[in-house]
């Protein structure tokens, strides 16, 4: 990896991490990411203007894709929000980031949509999984099966499968998308991006619209918060660096292991500007799933 992918990288992980521990300390909602997706949605408005590319040719397959990615990104906002509101960053961060890593696995082989992982990478899965059945224990004497049925936990599996949908059907519908004459591959990534976000900011915005509590913190935020904005911002630049970075490896695996790093970001703000609890079975169910992330990579 050259060194101005890494700086590229580096920069993406640690605005990733941002942007998540800034949604946790303002007890996110859907108002608040509806206020965030509109403001990454105007980040890339320019883009969308300044293209030549010939959308009305693309097949309806790819707004079927790119529709069903929007439901499950809104899905992911949602149990985000509410993840976030009743559990501990140090726990739904590393958990929604790893679990999609075995979902897409599973639903990928079961469809026939890519290529059988590798011994290795199974390893890695297992690995991940380990992790994750540690991560929610105070003391590894809490091991049960009623300690993984809870509100968070179910929030968190909303976070894991609205990423496992929006990751299987972007995957697709980019294929569709970069099969177009004209614009570079990132501008068409970036292209793709405002279409995303401002799919999202109008799901979210017929959310909110249907709901009191949502209408509420909605006139709460607009206008008086730059936490959603900020949000916004530092979400969708992230993903933009890992595509410039993209331009400076020899092989993305390289890319793919080390965004993996923002996970003990994730849990070290957590715990030292969170104050929460370090509990030993989170601490190193989090080393477990970093570690097989990266094997799975690799």
């Known amino acids: 990896m050259s060194l101005t992918a890494f ?5 993406s992980v640690f605005l990733h991490a941002a942007w998540n521990f800034l949604s946790k300390k303002s007890n996110p909602s859907g108002a608040f990411y509806l206020i965030s997706s509109t403001t990454a949605a105007l980040l890339w408005l320019g883009f969308f203007l300044s293209s030549d590319l010939a959308l009305g040719s693309l097949p309806g397959r790819f707004w079927l894709l790119l ?3 929007i439901l499950c990104e809104v899905i992911y906002c949602l149990g985000l929000a509410y993840a976030y509101r009743i559990s501990d960053i140090s726990i739904a961060y590393p958990l929604g980031r790893a679990m999609p890593v075995l979902m897409v ?5 079961l469809f026939g949509l890519g290529t059988r992982p590798s011994g290795l990478a199974v390893v890695g899965m297992g690995i991940i999984f380990a992790g994750s059945i540690l991560l929610p224990l105070k003391t590894l004497r809490d091991f049960h099966w009623r300690t993984y049925l809870t509100r968070s936990g179910f929030f968190i599996l909303m976070i894991a499968a609205g990423t496992t949908g929006y990751t299987i059907l972007d995957s697709q519908a980019s294929i569709l998308l970069q099969a177009l004459p004209g614009e570079t591959r990132v501008r068409k990534s970036l292209i793709y991006l405002f279409l995303i976000e401002s799919g999202i900011a109008l799901a979210l915005a017929c959310y909110v619209a249907l709901v009191p509590l949502e209408r509420r913190e909605f006139k709460r935020l607009f206008l008086h918060s730059f936490s959603p904005v900020l949000t916004g911002l530092c979400s969708s630049s992230a993903y933009a660096l890992i595509l410039l970075a993209m331009g400076f490896v020899s092989n993305v695996s390289y890319i793919q ?7 003990p970001l994730g849990v070290l703000a957590g715990i030292f ?26």
Not at 105 to 109: D, G
Not at 257 to 263: E, P, T
């Open 67 to 69: 529709a069903c990615s």
């Open 273 to 298: 500007l969170l104050k929460e609890n370090p509990a030993k079975p989170k601490l190193i169910g989090v080393a477990l799933i970093v570690a097989g992330l990266v094997v799975s990579v690799l």
């Open 105 to 109: 696995a599973a639903v990928t082989l």
């Open 257 to 263: 292991a080390f965004r993996q790093m923002s996970l």
């Open 7 to 11: 700086v590229l990288v580096f920069l």
